[in-house]
């Protein structure tokens, strides 16, 4: 935006226009032991010069991942993205696109909506998808209300492997009395076992939240916990990676009742951490306890094809004390941007995908084991596992990042116990190459004998990449 600075005397002809005499007088609903005592501490008047090479200074503080060597996770995922997505995201027709107020001059819109809903239920072989929540925390978290209203229930259980930022959001929906949650923990191998969830599942809860691949890249047995849930009428929440369904069974086919995703590895930059697209798709006869929007298609009187907005009565800005949710938005440009890349990709392009990132982080994991080190959990993973190291994992991102290789997520950061781990995600972008220049970089901190992590080991590469 443009550098427009504003001099004293504007300042006195905006206050005079509102009608007061300071600025302070602007202040007066907010209580007095609230307020800053002293000015901030901020720099002192610039130039526009200035000001844009200070601006421009700390933009290089920033390293994008098309620069670094990086092995980031965590919900964000750099996966491939055509070029052609982004040439058609931009076309101001796309560009421009926002929820549609106004149906009957929304067609484009509405359609681009109701293919995006159509190849949601595809990937997760579920009977119906809504528009697309704001991203995958409040997508897990909406499920969670959804089952509490269904089930008329207020306990919801999460396992200890759903991602600590989904949680949070969770525990702020739940502020209100919607619902309580309790904790399942996680078993050896990183994975639910059935026998705590007998213990932990009762006909109080209304839900399961279940993560697979879960937080730290282990896959859960998802059908053998399926039956334990529904056997005390409780609801199943999948919690799932969109790549992943190339290879893995998808929600649907386990008997998931909701599935709930983040897409933004469904074609959607990294950025700074967003924007974000949030996928949610359920069975046929929960479609009326369904968050957000649904669109439909029809015909008008004469015959020709038409989409519409269906299920509204359940929104916020129709009835709010009925309200079975608060979205009434949707990331309508992520959506679309999505669509175009489910679209151009296919599914034999998900299954390639798919197939390189596990093959990738396998060999990832190998390269790594070989060294010495060793795996947090033994369960199957698809692109992401947990690594222990002997020295805290901060330490060892300092050192890489020195190198430009950014090695992971510090799993410290999240819990204390797990200063020591480090989680470490692979994608089908990955170059051999790259995997070598990390494991290079982790030999500096190779487990000494005696550590209690494995030593090193000859590495089998065949078949891996």
Do not use: W
Not at 123 to 129: I, R, S, V, Y
Not at 164 to 192: C, D, E, F, H, M
């Amino acid at each position: 935006m443009s550098y427009v600075p504003n001099t004293d005397a504007d300042r006195k002809k905006m206050l005079a226009a509102i009608g007061v005499s300071r600025f302070e007088d602007l202040l007066d609903a907010v209580p007095n032991e609230i307020r800053l005592k002293e000015p901030l501490k901020i720099p002192p008047p610039a130039s526009e010069l200035e000001l844009f090479a200070d601006l421009r200074k700390l933009s290089r503080q920033n390293i994008p991942v098309s620069v670094a060597n990086s092995f980031l996770g965590g919900g964000f995922y750099d996966h491939f993205t055509p070029a052609a997505a982004d040439f058609i995201i931009r076309r101001p027709e796309f560009l421009t696109s926002y929820t549609p107020y106004q149906a009957e001059v929304s067609q484009g819109t509405l359609q681009v909506i109701y293919e995006f809903q159509s190849l949601i239920s595809a990937l997760t072989k579920m009977e119906a998808a809504n528009a697309s929540m704001y991203d995958g925390a409040s997508a897990v978290a909406e499920a969670a209300l959804m089952t509490a209203h269904i089930t008329e229930r207020k306990e919801v259980l999460v396992t200890e492997g759903l991602n600590p930022n989904y949680l949070k959001v969770l525990k702020t929906y739940g502020t209100g009395g919607a619902y309580q949650l309790r904790s399942l923990p996680l078993g050896p191998s990183g994975q639910v076992e059935p026998e705590a969830l007998k213990k932990n599942i009762s006909n109080k809860t209304a839900a399961l939240v279940l993560q697979t691949p879960n937080f730290f890249g282990c896959l859960e047995e998802a059908k053998e916990l399926e039956s334990i849930v529904h056997a005390v009428g409780a609801k199943l929440v999948a919690v799932f990676d969109p790549i992943s369904l190339g290879m893995v069974s998808p929600p649907g086919e386990y008997n998931a009742d909701i599935a709930v995703a983040e897409g933004q590895s469904l074609g959607v930059p990294i950025s700074y951490g967003g924007p974000a697209v949030g996928l949610f798709a359920a069975k046929k006869e929960l479609v009326r306890r369904m968050p957000g929007r649904i669109a439909a298609r029809t015909t008008d009187v004469t015959g020709k094809i038409g989409y519409v907005l269906t299920l509204q009565t359940r929104e916020q800005h129709i009835r709010r004390e009925k309200a079975t949710s608060n979205i009434c938005t949707n990331q309508g440009l992520m959506a679309t941007l999505s669509t175009v890349f489910m679209s151009l990709v296919g599914k034999e392009g998900l299954l390639q995908m798919a197939r390189l990132s596990y093959a990738k982080a396998h060999y990832t994991a190998a390269l790594l084991e070989a060294k010495g080190f060793r795996r947090v959990y033994a369960a199957p993973f698809f692109k992401e596992f947990a690594l222990e190291l002997p020295v805290p994992a901060s330490r060892v991102a300092s050192r890489l990042r020195k190198t430009n290789i950014v090695p992971g997520i510090d799993l410290g950061k999240y819990d204390r116990k797990r200063k020591n781990q480090l989680l470490i995600a692979v994608t089908e972008k990955k170059l051999r190459a790259d995997i070598e220049a990390l494991a290079e970089g982790m030999s500096f901190f190779r487990p000494k004998a005696g550590s209690g992590i494995a030593p090193e080991r000859k590495l089998e590469t065949a078949g891996l990449v």
